[in-house]
Antibody, heavy 117, light 112 residues
Framework: VQLMESGGDFIQPGGSLRLSCGAS????????LIWVRQAPGKGLEWVAV???????SYVDSVRGRFTISRDNSENTLFLQMNNVRVEDTAIYYC????????????WGQGTLVTVSS | DVVLTQTPLSSPVTLGQPASISCRSS???????????LSWLHQRPGQPPRLLIY???YRVSGVPDRFSGSGAGTDFTLQVSRVQAEDVGVYYC?????????FGQGTKLEIK
């Protein structure tokens, strides 16, 4: 099982970016998947979740700006980030609950998003 | 939102000695399905987090048995029976009984 994020970049406030998380060793449509971020030198912050049946939920600070989705044919998780803010600067990790019931046991290496003017 | 408060925030430990980290929740983490979705993760510098313990006390395959989790309701503990050099880093508790999911602030484990 592997997760590999991509799409992180340097972007100006108000811009848009799409992060990808390619999965191998399991199929994304049967599992809960999350995005978690970590601002420089800070702790972990949950961003969004998509359930096995496609239900989504977001932390208040990104609701209405970010969209979590998945493409089963590409076996990939996405995070569409619109109207980004300086405070969205962070390493973004994707994670999946695959082999354990009630835990997120596989994590990607992360992709860095820097928002600055 | 559920607030998870970890103590201590820093824990200097002698090699081979035990360490204990507390995670206290602002509300019960017992879900309506009878499970408690409280996990412990470990993060080394420059690395992604790694799941150690899920549902309070279940150890992930490959995690050494010197790591154990306990607790119920609002009070949870991660114990390391004999700290090894590779155990340094930051430990986080995480809950996903309630939305939004939340993490504790992190506890930095270091060797004296």
């Amino acid at each position: 099982v592997q997760l590999m994020e991509s799409g992180g970049d340097f972007i100006q406030p108000g811009g848009s970016l799409r992060l990808s998380c390619g999965a191998s060793g399991f199929t994304v449509d049967y599992h809960f998947l999350i995005w978690v971020r970590q601002a420089p030198g800070k702790g972990l912050e949950w961003v969004a979740v998509i359930s096995d049946i496609g239900h989504t939920s977001y932390v208040d600070s990104v609701r209405g700006r970010f969209t979590i989705s998945r493409d089963n044919s590409e076996n990939t998780l996405f995070l569409q980030m619109n109207n980004v803010r300086v405070e969205d600067t962070a390493i973004y990790y994707c994670a999946a609950g695959v082999a354990v019931p009630g835990g997120y046991d596989y994590w990607g290496q992360g992709t860095l998003v820097t928002v600055s003017s | 939102d559920v607030v998870l408060t970890q103590t201590p925030l820093s824990s200097p430990v002698t090699l081979g000695q035990p360490a204990s980290i507390s995670c206290r929740s602002s509300q019960s983490l017992l879900a309506s399905d009878g499970n408690t979705y409280l996990s412990w993760l470990h993060q080394r510098p420059g690395q992604p987090p790694r799941l150690l313990i899920y549902r309070i006390s279940y150890r992930v395959s490959g995690v050494p048995d010197r790591f154990s989790g306990s607790g119920a309701g609002t009070d949870f503990t991660l114990q390391v029976s004999r700290v090894q050099a590779e155990d340094v880093g930051v430990y986080y508790c995480m809950q996903f009984t309630h939305s939004p999911y939340t993490f504790g602030q992190g506890t930095k484990l270091e060797i004296k």
